[in-house]
């Protein structure tokens, strides 16, 4: 390899890594917003939109967005490069790098939007859009459910990976001492609560599908909504919420310690 396509690469994978650091620190916003929902107080979207505002909000909260487009644009390319190279393993591995790369990409794509002054409500309102229009669809009702199916494998995913440790095989290595001993709890903890979370926006789906209500689906906003509202909602509401600050600071590790 020349040095200059060394040097691209390198480049390259330090930009991946920052994608990784980014989505620490939206998951980090997105915990704390959903904490503030659990108190009652809080105004904003408890999602990626509204972690984006508050950074829009910030002090050079415009560099630190374009900071973010860049890095998770170079995150989701490194993920859709590893999926159509078939360097991650096998056809699964692959999918999930594909996966991995669209919503990547997708969040650059909603930096971008507020980096360049816009923004977007939260996600509750354009997920209910897209299901109505998906509902208009031959066998809507069926893709509407077949969605909320597939969230629920993916939070079920999360849980398993979370309750068995089987991120500590996405790090290289593992710091020692009771830096590694805190590393694991946050990766137990959020990756279970994110699970949580997601399992929640999979049953709103599926009873959107069940009920051909189009408002039933709602983003994650609306499902950490929708889980405050349950019996002990708040409580549950403040444990997701933990899960999500404790999967951005794992994330922060992976940024250093991850395998690409």
């Not at 859709?80 to 991995?100: E, I, P, Q, T």
């Not at 500590?168 to 699970?195: F, I, N, Q, W």
């Amino acid at each position: 390899m020349s040095t200059v396509a060394a040097r691209s690469g390198s480049v390259w994978e330090a930009g991946a890594r920052a994608g990784y650091a980014v989505s620490g620190v939206l998951h980090v916003l997105i915990g704390v917003l959903a904490a503030q929902l659990a108190v009652g107080g809080g105004g904003g979207s408890a999602d990626q939109s509204g972690a984006f505002a508050q950074v829009a909000s910030s002090p050079f909260g415009a560099a630190a967005l374009w900071c973010a487009v860049v890095a998770l644009a170079a995150l989701g390319a490194w993920q859709g490069a590893a999926a159509l190279s078939g360097a991650v393993g096998d056809a699964g591995d692959r999918a999930k790098a594909a996966g991995k790369a669209v919503v990547y990409l997708v969040l650059a794509a909603t930096a971008l939007t507020f980096a360049r002054g816009g923004g977007a409500g939260g996600s509750g309102g354009q997920t209910s859009d897209v299901t109505a229009r998906l509902m208009q669809a031959p066998a809507g009702r069926l893709l509407v459910g077949a969605v909320g199916v597939g969230v629920l494998a993916v939070a079920a995913y999360h849980v398993h990976k979370g309750v068995r440790q089987r991120f500590l095989e996405d790090l290289r290595s593992l710091p020692g001492g009771r830096a590694g001993r805190a590393v694991r709890a946050a990766g137990v903890v959020g990756y279970t609560g994110k699970g949580v979370a997601l399992a929640v926006v999979g049953v709103l789906f599926v009873v959107a599908a069940v009920r051909a209500d189009p408002a039933e689906a709602t983003g994650l906003d609306g499902a950490l909504r929708a889980l405050r509202d349950a019996p002990a909602g708040p409580l549950l509401l403040a444990l997701v919420a933990l899960g999500f600050v404790a999967y951005g600071a794992y994330s922060l590790v992976r940024a250093r310690f991850g395998r690409l």
